[in-house]
């Protein structure tokens, strides 16, 4: 009997009609092996991941494969998205015992949870240096039936390994000046002048390092940060990894030009990428930037939102190319003959040309993937955008990748944070309240009565999983995000009741250091605790960022003290190892810079002079500064306390340090005192 079937996770349904009998990840399952004496195999993946479908339905979906695993395991089917907990935990032991890692991840476990043998994708073939699936479960039965005691010694071995293994705290003292020019010195080292981004294939978008890059330049005038953060962006939005006609960012791009991209489109980067380039054009005042940020928010809105008014996970790298095939990219790519078809052959001509597409293809099968390469040739505007246009109505035709359609609390709250801002910034008011639809779906069905997170929901429902970090921190970001945009004191309490909740349960009070689960939550063989970014923010630099802001916004010494012991870890991660503490280091130099607090005192909320000043305030280039707008007395927000109108029209107050310059009435003089 397969156990899948009532589950709320996309990916998990996907595996419901399989021969396995699969169990979610409870603590039946353990039980069950343990009555059957019997190993646990754990299978970890997600909906968008390609390797994950292909092993399912290699060997998960075959007949003979399933009754073996059936007869000789208890098999764990888990969505890494709804539960990043287990994921941390065994990838972590995954990696320590082979070097790397990856979905989908193959873990075979004691009854007690204890990893002893590990993996990733196994093929159904042997191929040179990887056994086959088969050869591998054969291989774990024979030694569990017959080297039982040897089993027992290296699993003990692994979890002890796992529980020694300490995180390099630093002194509790976050980065100075110092460490930030040395991690800037650092990523010059590994920036590839050529292409853009860091290091070689596959090449991931670098978001959180880009932040840092940003701000960094902001506090700084570094023109050499903000040279690698422009020529990143310019790269990456010319590349196939960005969707020339949809808008959207996929996954990576498995080479390094940005040519071929790992096609799935998931939430969190789109999310992140938009706020980067949005962050590009208030520095730089950049038209590519300006168009990149409003048609990554248009995807979004348009491909992610669900009826509730969250955001979905992720599109599918694979779909249907026409035959009954699913195959990775089919939905994307484009042959020569196929645009001839669609536009006639002289517009063509001209479409391939402009969107390189070649007789040999970029991609497979006579294929290529739509970029925009750099040429000398002129291109009628108009021609172009009819071009596109048709292009997009033809591929609309096509059948569309598969929607994971859970809501995930922590990407939510950045998709908040990016659709608030750009929003903002583009005078796009529909962009803003798309977030405000998030973030009120978040409170209504993630929240509960003690202000605790559920991590995922579904169609409406809440799901059983509880929130982990990350989540409090970003949904957090968010509605800050969301409360100096709006003006709506709310999104700041709410905001301070996630962040109760990261001091009370998720914070060592001895020294300060994070931990990825609640002091309550489930035990697992160990606690998840990695204050390095992955495809996000780490959940503890995530959390140090909002703590900070919300500081900022209401003068609390305990939160600024907690994100300035957080910040410790970088001040030691920092200056080694920038490319994978980028959102860290961003927060360092908002800590740098004060944050400034921003105070504008509205005559009215909605007159034009207010509105300008508030406007001015939210494009200022200070790294984390805040911004409270409300009319004069009132208490939506500490920091407009005591803060009158001049001369009976509206204000800004900025401070800094516990100093405070004079309020001012001109947004020019409020964009220099926020640009210097």
Same mark, same amino acid.
């Given at each position: 009997m397969n156990r899948l079937a009532g589950v709320t996770s996309p990916y998990l349904l996907q595996h419901a009609d399989n021969p396995v009998d699969w169990w *979610?990840?409870?603590? $039946?399952?353990?039980e069950e092996a343990r009555r059957r004496g019997v190993p646990v195999l754990l299978s970890v993946g997600y909906s968008a991941c390609h390797w994950c479908h292909v092993m399912a339905h290699e060997s998960f979906e075959d007949d003979v494969t399933a009754a073996y695993l059936n007869e000789h395991f208890v098999s764990v089917k888990v969505d890494r998205e709804e539960r990043p907990d287990v994921d941390a935990v065994y990838m972590e032991a995954v990696q320590a015992a082979t070097g790397q890692g990856g979905w989908p991840m193959t873990v075979f476990l004691t009854p007690d949870a204890e990893p002893f043998y590990f993996g990733t994708y196994f093929p159904p073939e042997a191929r040179p240096g990887m056994p086959s699936f088969r050869q591998v479960l054969e291989g774990v039965s024979t030694a569990w039936r017959d080297r039982r005691d040897e089993v027992a010694e290296v699993a003990g071995k692994i979890v002890k390994d796992l529980s020694e293994r300490e995180i390099a705290f630093g002194t509790g003292t976050a980065p100075g000046d110092q460490e930030t020019a040395q991690a800037?010195?650092?990523?010059?080292?590994?920036?590839? *002048?050529?292409?853009g981004g860091f290091g070689g294939a596959p090449k991931f978008p *670098?978001?959180? =390092?880009l932040e840092f890059l940003l701000r960094h330049h902001a506090r700084t005038g570094a023109e050499g940060a903000l040279q690698m953060a422009q020529d990143t962006c310019e790269r990456m939005a010319r590349g196939g990894i960005y969707d020339q006609l949809g808008g959207g960012f996929a996954r990576y791009s498995v080479d390094r030009d940005w040519i071929v991209p790992h096609f799935e489109k998931m939430?969190?980067?789109?999310?992140?990428?938009?706020? =980067?380039?949005?962050?590009?054009?208030?520095?730089?005042?950049?038209?590519?930037?300006?168009?990149? +940020?409003?048609?990554?928010?248009d995807f979004m809105v348009r491909e992610l939102r669900t009826e509730q008014g969250g955001f979905a996970s992720?599109?599918?790298?694979?779909?249907d190319d026409g035959t009954g095939r699913h195959v990775e990219g089919a939905y994307y790519a484009w042959t020569p003959a196929q645009l001839t078809e669609?536009? $006639?052959?002289?517009?063509?001509?001209?479409?391939a040309h402009y969107f390189g597409v070649t007789d040999e293809g970029t991609f497979e099968h006579g294929a290529s993937v739509l970029q925009l390469p750099q040429q000398e040739s002129v291109f009628d505007a108009g021609k172009i955008d009819s071009i596109r246009q048709r292009l997009l109505a033809a591929r609309a035709g096509r059948p569309a990748p598969g929607r994971d359609d859970k809501v995930v609390a922590a990407w939510n709250g950045l998709a908040v944070a990016a659709l608030a801002e750009t929003g903002a910034y583009f005078d796009r008011p529909d962009l803003v309240d798309a977030a405000v639809g998030a973030a009120d779906l978040l409170v209504r069905l993630h929240l509960d009565e003690q202000a605790r997170l559920a991590r995922t929901s579904k169609d409406g429902k809440a799901g059983a999983n509880a929130g982990v970090l990350e989540d409090y921190a970003d949904v957090a970001e968010g509605f800050l995000t969301l409360a100096s945009v709006t003006g709506e004191g709310v999104w700041l309490e709410f905001a301070g009741f996630l962040l109760d909740h990261v001091l009370a349960r998720f914070t060592d009070p001895d020294t300060g250091a994070l931990f990825d689960t609640a002091a309550d939550a489930e035990r697992l063989i160990r606690r998840p605790q990695d204050p390095t970014d992955n495809a996000t923010p780490s959940g503890w630099t995530a959390a140090a960022g909002?703590?900070?802001?919300? +500081?900022?916004?209401?003068?609390?010494?305990p939160h600024r003290a907690a994100a300035e012991r957080a910040l410790g870890v970088v001040r030691t991660l920092g200056p080694r190892v920038p490319r994978f503490v980028g959102w860290g280091l961003a927060v360092a130099e908002a800590l740098l810079d004060g944050p400034r607090e921003v105070a504008v005192v509205a005559s009215a909320a909605d007159d034009t002079a207010s509105k300008a000043l508030h406007r001015t305030a939210l494009l200022g280039l200070a790294p984390g500064a805040v911004v409270a707008y409300g009319t004069a007395g009132s208490d939506e927000f500490p920091l407009l306390a005591d803060r009158p109108l001049v001369d009976g029209g509206p204000a800004a107050y900025v401070c800094r340090h516990f100093t405070c310059d004079a309020p001012t009435t001109d947004p020019v003089k409020l964009r220099t005192t926020l640009s210097s």
């Open positions: *979610p990840w409870e603590q $039946g399952a353990f800037l010195l650092e990523l010059t080292r590994a920036y590839d *002048p050529q292409r *670098p978001s959180m =390092v939430l969190y980067d789109n999310a992140l990428l938009c706020r =980067v380039y949005a962050h590009l054009w208030r520095a730089t005042g950049s038209e590519q930037a300006r168009r990149i +940020a409003l048609e990554t928010a992720a599109l599918d790298a694979d779909s669609e536009l $006639g052959a002289d517009d063509a001509r001209i479409a909002a703590l900070l802001g919300y +500081a900022a916004q209401t003068g609390s010494a």
